[in-house]
C-alpha cells in the first residue's frame, strides 16, 4: 500500500474511531436514564399525591359529617325526648339544631365535591399507569437493545483501534506529526479525496501537476486551498 493510500486508511479508520466514540456515549447516556421514564413517573407520582391528598381530605370531611350527625341525633333526643320543658332552652336546642343541620348539609355538598374530585383522580391514575407502563416497556425492550449494540461498538472500536495502531506503525513520525496535526486544525479531517481533480473538502480545482503526483501517491500532496492531504 503506498503512502497516500496509508494515509487516507487511517483517515477512514480515525473517521469511525470517532462515529462509533460520539455513538458509544449516546449508547451510555441512553443506558443511563430515559427521560421520556422519568417524566411519565414524576406525572404519576404528582397524580398519586394529589389523590392521597384527596381521599386525606375527604376521611376528615366524613369524620367531621359523622361527628356532626351525631351531634343532631343528640340534640334532636333532647329537644323531643320531654325532658326539657324550659321555652328558652328549647328554642336554644332547636336554634343549635337547625345550625348543625345546615353544617351538615353544606358539608354534604362538599363531600360530594371530594368523592367526584376522588373518581376523577383515581381515573387520571389509571391512565397515567397506563401511560408509564407502555413508556417503562418500551424501555425494557430499548435497554435490550442498547446493551447489545454497546457491545457490538465496543468489539467494533476494539478492532479498529488495533487496526489504526497498525497503520499508523506503517508511517514515518514526520508524515504522522503532519497528519495529526491536520487532524486537530481541520475539525478531524487531515485527508480528503480528489473529485475530478478538485479537493473533496474544500472543492478547489488543484493543478493538474498536484494531482498527478496525488494519483501516483508516493508522497504526501496537500490541497494548495485547504491544506489537507489529497488522496486519489
Same mark, same amino acid.
Not at 384527596?54 to 351525631?70: F, I, P, V, W, Y
Not at 413508556?135 to 435497554?143: F, I, P, Y
Given at each position: 500500500?503506498?503512502?497516500?493510500?496509508?494515509?487516507?486508511?487511517?483517515?477512514?479508520? #480515525?473517521?469511525?474511531?470517532? $462515529?462509533?466514540?460520539?455513538?458509544?456515549?449516546?449508547?451510555?447516556?441512553? !443506558?443511563? =436514564?430515559?427521560?421520556?421514564?422519568?417524566?411519565?413517573?414524576?406525572?404519576?407520582?404528582?397524580?398519586?399525591?394529589?389523590?392521597?391528598?384527596?381521599?386525606?381530605?375527604? @376521611?376528615?370531611?366524613?369524620? /367531621?359529617?359523622?361527628?356532626?350527625?351525631?351531634?343532631?341525633?343528640?340534640?334532636?333526643?333532647?329537644?323531643?325526648?320531654?325532658?326539657?320543658?324550659?321555652?328558652?332552652?328549647?328554642?336554644?336546642?332547636?336554634?343549635?339544631?337547625?345550625? @348543625?343541620?345546615?353544617? !351538615?348539609?353544606? !358539608? $354534604? #355538598?362538599?363531600?360530594? /365535591?371530594?368523592?367526584?374530585?376522588?373518581?376523577?383522580? /383515581?381515573?387520571?391514575?389509571?391512565?397515567?399507569?397506563?401511560?408509564?407502563?407502555?413508556?417503562? +416497556?418500551?424501555?425494557?425492550? #430499548?435497554?435490550?437493545?442498547?446493551?447489545?449494540?454497546?457491545?457490538?461498538?465496543? *468489539?467494533?472500536?476494539?478492532? !479498529?483501534?488495533?487496526?489504526?495502531?497498525?497503520?499508523?506503525?506503517?508511517?514515518?513520525?514526520?508524515?504522522?506529526?503532519?497528519?495529526?496535526?491536520?487532524? /486537530?486544525?481541520?475539525? =478531524?479531517?487531515?485527508?480528503?479525496?480528489?473529485?475530478? #481533480?478538485?479537493? +473533496? *473538502?474544500?472543492?478547489?480545482?488543484?493543478?493538474? =501537476?498536484?494531482?498527478?503526483?496525488? @494519483?501516483?501517491?508516493?508522497?504526501?500532496?496537500?490541497?494548495?486551498?485547504? +491544506?489537507?492531504?489529497?488522496?486519489?
Amino acid at each position: 500500500m503506498n503512502l497516500v493510500a496509508t494515509l487516507w486508511r487511517l483517515q477512514s479508520l #480515525d473517521q469511525e474511531i470517532d $462515529d462509533k466514540t460520539k455513538r458509544a456515549r449516546q449508547v451510555d447516556d441512553a !443506558l443511563a =436514564g430515559d427521560p421520556v421514564v422519568a417524566i411519565a413517573r414524576a406525572a404519576f407520582d404528582e397524580e398519586q399525591k394529589r389523590l392521597a391528598a384527596l381521599r386525606a381530605a375527604l @376521611h376528615d370531611r366524613e369524620l /367531621e359529617a359523622k361527628g356532626l350527625a351525631s351531634k343532631i341525633k343528640e340534640l334532636n333526643d333532647r329537644l323531643y325526648s320531654g325532658r326539657v320543658s324550659n321555652p328558652k332552652e328549647l328554642d336554644g336546642l332547636d336554634k343549635d339544631l337547625q345550625m @348543625h343541620k345546615r353544617q !351538615l348539609g353544606a !358539608l $354534604d #355538598d362538599k363531600l360530594l /365535591e371530594l368523592m367526584d374530585a376522588v373518581d376523577q383522580a /383515581e381515573a387520571r391514575i389509571n391512565d397515567k399507569t397506563n401511560a408509564l407502563e407502555q413508556v417503562e +416497556g418500551k424501555r425494557a425492550s #430499548d435497554l435490550d437493545r442498547l446493551a447489545r449494540e454497546r457491545e457490538a461498538l465496543a *468489539a467494533r472500536l476494539a478492532q !479498529l483501534r488495533a487496526d489504526r495502531a497498525q497503520t499508523r506503525a506503517a508511517l514515518d513520525q514526520e508524515t504522522l506529526r503532519t497528519y495529526d496535526k491536520l487532524r /486537530e486544525t481541520k475539525a =478531524g479531517r487531515a485527508a480528503a479525496q480528489l473529485r475530478r #481533480d478538485a479537493c +473533496g *473538502a474544500c472543492g478547489v480545482s488543484v493543478p493538474t =501537476g498536484l494531482a498527478n503526483r496525488v @494519483h501516483t501517491g508516493d508522497e504526501m500532496v496537500l490541497c494548495p486551498s485547504c +491544506g489537507r492531504i489529497l488522496a486519489a
